[in-house]
């Protein structure tokens, strides 16, 4: 009983941070939207920080679930490619998901350094294949948080505008434009291989 009424408290945090924004969103507002009392939410959440970051870790396990492994015997490229298509997958079949996420990338409460520990707890084989492009020469010897951080703000960009335009979402052709263009944006052009 006890879990069921800390996920109806995530659920309705999470509906109610992408209508009214996570700074605009009053936690005895949540604890009314979900039917419980104030106590129940601070009996499951010590502070509103504390219900944020784990709706957050979450949506990012949730993310990372969805992200089916890639055969390791595929090139770099298509192995990134395969992770890029079912992340996106994944956001157009969750948009509520993917709008908390767009505002945590920009919610001055969220700092860059806890994004990135976040991605590397729940998406470490994602950084490690970008790490192993990196050493093969594949990729382009970029500072580590700032390939991150584009890869990321890339994705959260292009899902948002697959959900924003479905057309985009049904068309191959608009899909693979989108991955190229992430592709060469981290791929070294002088490699011949990438």
Known sequence: ??????????????????????????????????????????????????????????????????????????SLKAQVEH??????????????HLQFLRQMASDPHSSVQQQHEMMASTMGFLMALLEEGIISGELFPRPRPLLFNFCHTQYLATASLLIDCPEYATDPEFQQHAFDLFWQAIANPSNTSA
Do not use: C, R
Not at 83 to 96: D, I, K, R
């Open 83 to 96: 992770y890029w298509q079912t992340a996106l997958e994944w956001a157009l079949h969750h948009p509520t």
């Open 1 to 74: 009983m006890a879990s069921h009424k800390k996920q109806q408290l995530l659920d309705t945090a999470l509906s109610l941070f992408v209508e009214h924004g996570i700074q605009g969103t009053a936690t005895a507002k949540i604890a009314q939207q979900a039917g419980v009392a104030n106590g129940t939410l601070f009996h499951h959440f010590a502070t509103k920080k504390e219900l944020v970051d784990n709706l957050y870790l979450l949506t990012k396990t949730e993310l990372s679930a969805a992200m089916t492994p890639a055969d390791p015997l595929l």
